[in-house]
C-alpha cells in the first residue's frame, strides 16, 4: 500500500507560480512512475506531467509543455510539479498518481496508475 500525500496549491493570479510536491509516506518511490493529473470542473482528469518508472526521465501534457517542470531525485520523494505562466484554463484539482507496473507508453493513462493522493485545488484567478 501507497499512501500519497500532496502539498502546495492554492490561488494564484494569471501569468504567476506555484509549487507543489506529492510524497509517499514509509516508503521511496524509486521503482515507480509518479505523475501529475488534473480535473476541471465538469471535465475528465486529464494528464499534466510524470516522472518514469525507471528513471527520473520526465513527460508532458500539450498544454503544459514550457511552463511546468516535474521534478524529483533518484529516490522520487519527494515528486515536485512546478507550474509557471499559469492560465485560467489551468485552474482545478490537482492530482498526484503512482504505479510500480506503469510501462513509457501508458504514463499519460489513469488506468495505469495504482495509488493516488488526496487532490489540490489550483485557482488562477484575477
Known amino acids: 500500500q501507497v499512501q500519497l500525500v500532496q502539498s502546495g496549491g492554492g490561488l494564484v493570479q494569471p501569468g504567476g507560480s506555484l509549487e507543489m510536491s506529492c510524497k509517499a509516506s514509509?516508503?521511496?518511490?524509486?521503482?515507480?512512475?509518479v505523475a501529475w493529473f488534473r480535473q476541471a470542473p465538469g471535465k475528465e482528469r486529464e494528464f499534466v506531467a510524470a516522472v518514469s518508472r525507471t528513471d527520473t526521465s520526465t513527460y508532458y501534457g500539450e498544454s503544459v509543455k514550457g511552463r511546468f517542470t516535474v521534478s524529483t531525485s533518484n529516490a522520487k520523494n519527494p515528486v515536485s510539479l512546478r507550474m509557471n505562466s499559469l492560465k485560467p484554463e489551468d485552474t482545478g484539482v490537482y492530482y498526484c498518481a503512482a504505479g510500480n507496473r506503469v510501462i513509457t507508453s501508458a504514463l499519460m493513462s489513469r488506468g495505469a496508475y495504482d495509488w493516488w493522493g488526496h487532490g489540490t485545488q489550483v485557482t488562477v484567478s484575477s
Open positions: 514509509e516508503r521511496t518511490l524509486r521503482g515507480y512512475a
